[in-house]
C-alpha cells in the first residue's frame, strides 16, 4: 500500500449516472482484480474522509488504472467534474483479492461465472480480463435494473457476456439469480465470483450452497480508514472469529465464511 499523487488521463461518462476515471499508476506494485483504493476527493474539510473504490482495470505496460463509479453524493459528484492533468491524492492498492482465494481445484472446473451488478461491475470485469490473459474464458452475468445503467463500452466483446435487466429492457428479463436458476450448464461444476449489492450476493451463495458450488464474494461496505484501522466496515462471520473487517480481511471473502442475516 502506498500514498501518491496521481494524474487524471480520462474521465467519460459509460451510462446513467456512471463514470469511467482513468489514471496514472505510481507504486511499483501491481493491483489485482478485487483490490480498492481510497481518494481523497477535495482539500476541503467537507466530504472529510476519503472515499473507497475498486479497481476496474490495470495496464503494466502503461501504468494506469482505472474505477468506475456511480454519482451519489458530494465526494462522486467532485469526481464527475474531473478533466484531464488534475491531481488525484490515491492510497492503494488495498485489500485481498479473488487470486488469493482461487484454488487449483477450482481453476480446473468447467465453467468460471463471475456475476456483476450496479457499481460492483468494475472489479468483475477486471476479474474477467484477469481470467481470459491466464487463459481461462470465463461466463460474465452482468445485472442491471434497466438498460440506460448498463456500461456497454466498458464490454469486452471476447468475453461470454450475458445481461440481465429487471425490466426486461435488454438481454435476459430477471436478476442474475433468475438467469442463473434458467441455466441447466451453470448447475454443477462451477465457481462463482461476484460483487455487487447485498441482496445478489446472498442470492449467488444460496446459489452456490443448493447446486454444491464454490462461491467467492467482494463485499461492499462503508469504509473510513481503508486500512483496518477504524473497525468501521466489520461484517459477521461464521465460525470462532465471529467478525472481520471488509477493507482488511477483505473484501473478498469465501462466501460461506460470511454470516448472511
Same mark, same amino acid.
Given at each position: 500500500?502506498?500514498?501518491?499523487?496521481?494524474?487524471?488521463?480520462?474521465?467519460?461518462?459509460?451510462?446513467?449516472?456512471?463514470?469511467?476515471?482513468?489514471?496514472?499508476?505510481?507504486?511499483?506494485?501491481?493491483?489485482?482484480?478485487?483490490?480498492?483504493?481510497?481518494?481523497?476527493?477535495?482539500?476541503?474539510?467537507?466530504?472529510?474522509?476519503?472515499?473507497?473504490?475498486?479497481?476496474?482495470?490495470?495496464?503494466?505496460?502503461?501504468?494506469?488504472?482505472?474505477?468506475?463509479?456511480?454519482?451519489?453524493?458530494?465526494?462522486?459528484?467532485?469526481?464527475?467534474?474531473?478533466?484531464?492533468?488534475?491531481?488525484?491524492?490515491?492510497?492503494?492498492?488495498?485489500? @485481498?483479492?479473488?487470486?488469493?482465494?482461487?484454488?487449483?481445484?477450482?481453476?480446473?472446473?468447467?465453467?468460471?461465472?463471475?456475476?456483476?451488478?450496479?457499481?460492483? $461491475?468494475?472489479?468483475?470485469?477486471?476479474?474477467?480480463?484477469?481470467?481470459?490473459?491466464?487463459?481461462?474464458?470465463?461466463?460474465?452475468?452482468?445485472?442491471?435494473?434497466?438498460?440506460?445503467?448498463?456500461?456497454?463500452?466498458?464490454? @469486452?466483446? %471476447?468475453?461470454? $457476456?450475458?445481461?440481465?435487466?429487471?425490466?426486461?429492457?435488454?438481454?435476459?428479463?430477471?436478476?442474475?439469480?433468475?438467469?442463473? %436458476?434458467? @441455466?441447466?450448464?451453470?448447475?454443477?461444476?462451477?465457481?462463482?465470483?461476484?460483487?455487487?449489492?447485498?441482496?445478489?450476493?446472498?442470492?449467488?451463495?444460496?446459489?452456490?450452497?443448493?447446486? @454444491?458450488?464454490?462461491?467467492?464474494?467482494?463485499?461492499?461496505?462503508?469504509?473510513?480508514?481503508?486500512?483496518?484501522?477504524?473497525?468501521?466496515?466489520?461484517?459477521?462471520?461464521?465460525?470462532?472469529?465471529?467478525?472481520?473487517?471488509?477493507?482488511?480481511?477483505?473484501?473478498?471473502?469465501?462466501?460461506?465464511?460470511?454470516?448472511?442475516?
Amino acid at each position: 500500500m502506498k500514498q501518491f499523487i496521481s494524474t487524471v488521463i480520462e474521465l467519460k461518462s459509460i451510462a446513467e449516472d456512471y463514470f469511467l476515471l482513468s489514471f496514472t499508476w505510481i507504486p511499483d506494485s501491481t493491483p489485482a482484480a478485487g483490490q480498492f483504493l481510497t481518494i481523497r476527493t477535495t482539500e476541503l474539510s467537507s466530504p472529510l474522509l476519503r472515499r473507497p473504490f475498486a479497481l476496474s482495470s490495470f495496464d503494466n505496460k502503461s501504468k494506469t488504472a482505472s474505477i468506475i463509479f456511480q454519482k451519489r453524493g458530494e465526494g462522486t459528484k467532485i469526481m464527475s467534474q474531473l478533466i484531464k492533468g488534475d491531481k488525484l491524492d490515491i492510497m492503494g492498492p488495498l485489500g @485481498n483479492s479473488f487470486s488469493d482465494f482461487k484454488a487449483k481445484s477450482d481453476n480446473t472446473k468447467k465453467k468460471q461465472v463471475i456475476v456483476a451488478g450496479g457499481i460492483g $461491475t468494475g472489479p468483475m470485469l477486471y476479474l474477467a480480463e484477469e481470467m481470459r490473459e491466464g487463459g481461462i474464458e470465463p461466463l460474465l452475468i452482468v445485472g442491471c435494473r434497466t438498460k440506460s445503467l448498463i456500461p456497454f463500452s466498458s464490454f @469486452n466483446k %471476447n468475453i461470454e $457476456t450475458v445481461i440481465c435487466t429487471d425490466d426486461g429492457s435488454f438481454g435476459f428479463k430477471g436478476n442474475v439469480i433468475d438467469y442463473m %436458476n434458467s @441455466n441447466d450448464k451453470l448447475t454443477s461444476d462451477v465457481t462463482i465470483y461476484c460483487c455487487g449489492p447485498e441482496p445478489m450476493l446472498k442470492g449467488c451463495h444460496a446459489y452456490a450452497e443448493t447446486t @454444491n458450488n464454490t462461491c467467492y464474494v467482494s463485499l461492499e461496505q462503508m469504509m473510513a480508514c481503508g486500512i483496518g484501522a477504524c473497525m468501521g466496515c466489520t461484517c459477521e462471520t461464521e465460525g470462532e472469529k465471529k467478525y472481520a473487517r471488509v477493507c482488511k480481511d477483505g473484501p473478498v471473502f469465501k462466501s460461506s465464511e460470511v454470516k448472511w442475516t
